[in-house]
């Protein structure tokens, strides 16, 4: 069956699109072998040059690395997910991170620090969950995070507090919504990211000196009602791709 491409978009971004999800996703692991700009084409019935514009944004994602040999998935190479594509992986029911390892670091419920009490709009002093975690793509840490969530959720959801990844592979907000049918409002939901340095603490956590450039970001993806499900911070060290959809 020829799949069918929406006019809107350009055309090419929908051609990335389209793999960008299938590599995110786990459909096309690391060393996959893409069709053949010619290949691509023929099925999307599209013009060569549009093919090839599309293999050439993949490969600058960091997504694949084109040679004589074809096109190639390399995104364990030095790629990590973006909470958006978290979010919408999830949203999708597919796995969050089908190659990567998560090491738990801790798992516990705290007072809300000032500047996550602010995100959440809730009391400095009340009580979250706290979940740091690092990833690591082999032996190579790839993203440093921590998940606070509200501490009501623990009752339904008493997996939040155990030093060990959520099963299923869709994460805590996954496992979330399995439990309680609750999950953020997607387009309501916000990011932000900028460069900067890493701290003790993050350095220790992803194997880098104190102070080596890194990206820190943060996410927050409240309910409907304006209830933030998840707070997120995360750091990602120097020549990590990251793939936003």
Known sequence: MTPHLQRPEPIYLQLVSHYRDAITSGDLREGARLPTVREIADQWEVAYTTAAKAVRQLASDGLVSTSK???IVCFLEGSTYSPADRLRSVHRGRVIYPHGASRIISAELIAAPQHVADAMAIETGDQVVRRERVTAHGDVPVTWSV?????????QVPELLEMAPIPGGKGTIGLVQDRTGRFPQIGIDSYRQCASR?????????????????????????????????????????????TVS
């Open 198 to 242: 890493a701290s003790a603490l993050i350095a220790e956590r992803l194997g880098i000196a104190e102070g080596d450039p890194i990206l820190r970001g943060e996410n927050t993806w409240p309910e409907q009602d304006g209830v933030v499900l998840e707070f997120g911070e995360f750091a990602i060290p120097e020549g990590q791709w990251v």
């Open 69 to 71: 040999q074809g096109t």
């Open 147 to 155: 998940t606070w969530m509200p501490a009501g959720l623990v009752e």
